[in-house]
């Protein structure tokens, strides 16, 4: 994992706040473009990776104006790559195999990941703020979709499948804070979705009936979840990730839980239960305690 490139510059802490908002904002919809595309789960995954590339190629060009040294990709990039396409397949797997509560209230496992992985492997600590904020935003995200979680065995392979989608979400925020030490956002985000896009395509090839939209609406579909959910969503994470503490960032999947809840709330009619209510003001202020303090900006696990 070694790179001799000299370190990238980061945002300021405001830019990397917006970012992190924004690209929460955008991850949250996309359940919503998911359930209007006309294709099979893996076939959406791989179109969300490969249509976000023309997109992501535009911005990396722009990012390297004035820039002496383009660093190709490395062994943190690759992996961001791998541990992306890992996150999506598990997470349309246990779509497949379990109930849709339980799959997202497994999937916000990540950020447990994201602390264990930092205190085992990196040997980061992480403020007893962080891991206060952290404990409130699963309780919160616990509320969101309590009352439909269900415990049954024989969804025990489908809960499986969503744990595992929290694992290599976990290894994705690792590799991706490793990356911008060397890569740019956009550089970092355009190569790592190459390798993602080459995984998926080998999924969705052998997995799925179908690769392409049948019509126009699902075409609609995959192509907003290629601009607006992985150029933007993971682009901007990977701005914030430039700036910000890996476990503070991590909490962005609850942000976009509380995010679907609502849109599905607005243009849905879902409606929303007093304890998802608040499960979501839970939410925002356990992002709120585990906010990265001044005199710990510098330290990778917040």
């Known amino acids: 994992m070694t790179d001799t490139a000299a370190p990238r510059p980061v945002a300021s802490q405001a830019t990397a706040y917006a970012a992190l908002l924004t690209g929460a904002l955008a991850l ?69 195999n379990t109930t849709i509560a339980n799959s997202t209230f497994l999937a916000t496992t990540a950020p447990i990941w994201v602390v264990l992985v930092a205190w085992v492997w990196l040997k980061q600590k992480t403020s007893a703020g962080t891991l206060a904020g952290l404990a409130l935003c699963i309780a919160g995200g616990g509320a969101l979709v309590g009352n439909s979680v269900q415990i049954d065995p024989a969804r025990l392979v489908g809960d499986l499948y969503g744990a595992a989608t929290g694992v290599f979400f976990g290894l994705y925020f690792h590799a991706v804070r490793t990356g ?60 914030a990730l430039g700036t ?27 409606a929303l239960s007093v304890i998802q209510v608040a499960g979501g003001l839970l939410i925002m202020l356990g992002i709120w305690v585990a906010r990265p303090k001044a005199e710990s900006q510098s330290a990778a696990s917040g």
């Open 28 to 96: 949250g919809i996309s359940p919503v473009f998911v359930r209007i595309a006309d294709v099979g789960p893996f076939a959406s995954a791989f179109w969300r990776a490969a249509l976000a590339l023309p997109v992501l190629y535009i911005w990396m060009r722009i990012e390297d104006r004035g820039q002496a040294r383009r660093p190709g990709p490395t062994l943190p990039v690759v992996l961001a790559g791998l541990f992306f396409a890992g996150d999506l397949f598990f997470w349309h797997l246990s779509i497949l």
């Open 244 to 270: 910000l503490p890996t476990v503070f960032s991590s909490l962005v999947i609850f942000l976009e839980a509380v995010i679907a809840a609502v849109f599905a709330w607005i243009a849905l009619g879902e």
């Open 180 to 239: 911008r030490a060397s890569h740019g956002a956009a550089r970092l985000t355009f190569q790592s979705t190459v390798v993602t896009a080459l995984c998926l395509l080998v999924i969705a090839l052998a997995l799925e009936p179908a690769i392409l939209p049948a019509s126009a609406r699902g075409w609609a579909a995959v192509i907003a979840l290629g601009i607006v959910t992985h150029a933007a969503g993971q682009g901007l994470l990977a701005v």
